[in-house]
Structure formats: C-alpha cells, structure tokens
C-alpha cells in the first residue's frame, strides 16, 4: 500500500521543506521505499535542503511533458538506500502542472513500488499549492506559534476539505495533523509565544509533533544533510519522534516544556 | 513612569494573539468549511422574508456565525425604521415586539 502525504501550511518560511526532508529521509531510514516530489515549480528546495541539486538532470516538470522518463528524473540519495526526489523545475512555471499529468505521476510511483510518496507543497494557496495537496491520503501541515501562520494554516485546512480528490468523490477525508515549528518554550512560559495547546484548540486537528526553534536547522540546511541524520541534536530528536508516530507508534510528545538547566551545564555547556 | 509601569499588570501578547485568531479564524471558516455560501443564501432568503414586511436598508442586515467552545450561535442583526411600510401586513407588529 502506498500512502500519499503533502507537506502544506499556506504561509511560507514555516518549515516545510525542511520537514519535507526530514520526514521523507526518516520513513526511508526505516527501510521504506520514499520519494519527496517538491511541487515549488519555479523554486525548487528541495534538492538543495537534501544536498542533491548537483545531481539533477531533469525534473517533474520534464516527466509530465513527456521529455524525461520518471525513472530517470528521480535523484537517488547517496546517503539513504531507499530515498528518492523528484525535483521541481527550476524555469517553468506552476502552471505546467495539470491533474492528469500529476496523477498519471502518482500512479507511476506507486507501481514502482513506493511506499510514501511526500510532496512538498509551495507556499500560498494557489494552484501549486492545489496540485500538491490534490492527491493526498494525508496531511502535515506545518505551522509556527504565530498569528499569521496559524490563519494560514486554518486556511489550507478549509482547502484539504474542499479541494481534494478525496473530497470531489466525498471520500473519507484527507488525514490532517499539526506539525508545530520553531518553538520556544521559554517564550511560552513567558506568554510571549501562542503555546501548543493554544494552536490545537484554533485548528482543531491532532498534533503530530513539536520542533522546536534551534540552530542545528539552518546548519544542516548549510551542509544539504537532513537535521534528523545528526541524531545528537533536539531537532533531530523531534523529527525522529514525528517519524514514529507517523508510522502509527506511541511516542510521548517532547520538547513542550523547558527543559532545566543544571548549574554545571550553564556554565560549561 | 517606566518604574510604576512594571507594576501594571498588561495582557500577554499570547493571550492577545490566541484571541484575535480566534475570533479571525471563525468568521473565515464560515465562508469556507460551512457549506458553499451557506450564510450569504440564508441571508437572501431571511431578506426576502422581512423584505416582506418591512422596509429594510440591505446595509443594516447582518448575519455570523460564532463559535465559543462546543457551541455554535448564530447571529442575526436586523435594523428595523422607525416608519413601517404602508400596506404591511398585521404581522409586522409582532415582527418588532
């Protein structure tokens, strides 16, 4: 069975290309075959954030025009076995994205084995954004602790309820959960930050998980190696906790509550 | 003063941001999570309705949907003039009770 996941949020800089990444690199280090289409026509990421761009020949936007085979298009990961990425095209536009050609797509992935098919939505709510979310049996949808992402966010939902395939054939609806970003405890316990509780009672929908605010993104953004594979840092902590409970475990959920610092780490770490 | 200000208790910008979304978040779900267009229809037809009686001015015609907790309330706001229509009909009275 082959599940197709679309990473959203409507606002952009909120973190979904980089959850993109991480989620697809941890499913894959499980063993599952993944691919990561990044829907961005005309600023693809993706392939940067997972430090494949020098290795793109063609892209999605050549796969639907029929001028690269889809097999060919894919970028292998060097690190992980069964990562695979589908890069946007850098020079079109989001128009060259129709249903059929997206969907023909779709199909051709999971006959070739794919387990988790994890697009990478554009910002916005326009037709990339459309596309990306089209086709999918679930959704993360990523948010910071911040009014306009959290509108945005109650947006996109509305459209996972709308405008969906699941929804035209009023199909079971598409399987939503939060992904909370760049977090700050300390800035709750403030009350300077909506907390995470405050977010779940405006959207409604079960939290996947919390990452929270950390440098250890930007530098594995620098390096074009997903925080997740560097297993010391919180981030990859959490992003490996959010693996986990996509995959249907229990993991308890992490990184809410400040943590204390010792008198010994305050000093020296 | 800066010094006595410290002492004045203000509201938390999370608290502040938590309620203007709250109340942001619930009018744009009317438009797109309830229906197609539910209210501005039954707008029409609750127009259509009092038009029937009334003099209405269309602008003072207000509907919305709030949301608090598990509760949902609608809310209708009808300006009603002073000077009733000539040949409305006997009903009309008990329209403005």
């Known amino acids: 069975m082959s599940k197709v996941v679309v990473v959203t949020s409507g606002k952009g800089g909120v973190g979904k290309t980089t959850t993109t990444a991480n989620i697809a690199a941890g499913i894959a280090q499980r063993g599952h075959k993944t691919v ?17 761009e020098r290795r793109v020949v063609y892209d999605f936007v ?8 889809l097999n060919v298009a894919l970028v292998r990961d060097k690190r992980i076995e069964s990562l695979y990425v589908l890069p946007a095209s850098q020079t079109r536009d989001k128009d060259a994205l129709e249903p059929e050609g997206v969907g023909r797509t779709i199909e051709e992935l999971k006959s070739m084995g794919f387990e988790y098919i994890i697009c990478d939505s554009p910002a ?35 459209l996972l309820a709308a405008k969906t395939s699941r929804a035209e054939v009023a199909g ?6 939060l992904l909370l970003t760049r977090y700050s405890p300390a800035l709750v316990k403030k009350g300077e930050m909506l907390s995470v509780t405050d977010v779940l009672d405006l959207l409604g929908i079960p939290l996947l998980g919390v990452i929270p605010e950390s440098k250890a993104v930007l530098q594995s953004s620098n390096k074009g190696t997903p925080a997740i594979l560097d297993e010391e840092t919180d981030v990859a902590q959490a992003y490996l906790d959010v693996v986990h409970r996509f995959l249907g475990e229990e993991r308890e959920h992490r990184f809410i509550e400040e943590t204390k610092r010792g008198i010994f780490r305050r000093l020296f770490g | 003063m800066a010094f006595f200000d410290y002492f004045r208790r203000q509201p938390k910008s999370a608290s502040l941001a938590k309620d203007r979304l709250s109340v942001i978040v619930a009018r744009e779900r009317v438009g797109t999570r ?16 009092l038009a029937k009686y009334e ?8 509907v919305n949907l709030d949301r608090t907790g598990d509760c949902d309330v609608l809310e209708l706001n009808v300006f009603l003039p002073n000077a009733p229509v000539t040949d409305a009909k006997p009903a009309a009275k008990s329209l403005r009770a």
């Open chain 1, 172 to 177: 079971p609806p598409v399987k939503s959960q």
């Open chain 2, 55 to 62: 003099r209405i001015d269309l602008q003072q015609v207000s």
């Open chain 1, 124 to 158: 916005g709510i326009e037709k990339g954004a459309q596309m990306a979310m089209y086709f999918a049996d679930e959704a993360i949808v990523v948010a910071n602790p911040e009014v306009s992402s959290v509108r945005d966010s109650d947006r996109v939902l509305g």
């Open chain 2, 34 to 49: 309830i229906g197609p267009d539910y209210l501005s229809l039954l707008q029409q037809d609750l127009l259509a309705v």
């Open chain 1, 62 to 69: 050549n796969v639907l025009r029929g001028e690269a085979k």
């Open chain 1, 36 to 52: 990561a289409i990044d829907f961005d026509v005309g600023l693809r990421n993706l392939d940067l954030v997972l430090g494949c």
